[in-house]
């Protein structure tokens, strides 16, 4: 099922989220219209506060970058109850766009090496080094799950920058292929 995104200024995307366990409701269901809610809005990631969930819960589809970068090729995986446990110190700067922040892309400075632990949707433990784009696709939508969003990490001028954008969507004003819920 193709679920409705929530856009800046909902009040879930700026919340803590809670862990699952196996038995949380209909989980295999929720995944499954994540993914589906995350292609249709042609997106490569998206995180469970995006859809209105206070959850851990996170899915990644980096295959569609597979024909520029080749290591991603069959790369669709979920993301429950994640930890970043240590970020390496080198850092770069590269464009990010979000499906909650809809027309805008800022450049944002990430670490490029990330050590993270996660279970997947069969609840097997994942303990891994994740560098490169992966990495960063990550750590944002993880950011999500801690009540954060890309537009944090700028700074205070290009906040200036995007602010009428911002203040745009806080008042219902967004426009974009995919359903949103908006707070207007």
Not at 162 to 171: D, E, F, Q, S, Y
């Amino acid at each position: 099922m193709i679920l409705p995104i929530y856009v800046y200024g909902q009040p879930v995307l700026r919340k803590e989220t809670e862990e699952i366990t196996p038995d949380y409701p209909n989980l295999k269901e929720l995944i499954e219209s994540m993914f589906a809610t995350m292609d249709k809005a042609e997106g490569c990631g998206l995180a469970a506060p995006q859809i209105g969930l206070p959850i851990r819960l996170v899915v990644i589809d980096l295959d569609t970058l597979s024909d520029d970068y080749p290591q991603y090729k069959g790369y669709r995986r979920v993301f429950i109850n994640q930890q970043l446990i240590e970020a390496g110190e080198e850092t770069d700067s590269k464009e990010e766009g979000c499906l909650s922040l809809p027309g805008i892309h800022e450049p944002v400075r990430r670490p490029t090496r990330i050590h993270v632990k996660y279970f997947d949707e069969n609840w097997q433990e994942h303990d891994e080094w994740v560098d490169g784009f992966e990495a960063r696709c990550m750590q944002h939508e993880f950011d999500h799950l801690e009540g954060k969003m890309f537009i944090d990490h700028l700074a205070g001028l290009r906040k200036q920058m995007i602010k009428g954008k911002l203040t745009a969507m806080l008042k219902g004003n967004v426009r974009c292929s995919y359903r949103v819920k908006t707070i207007k």
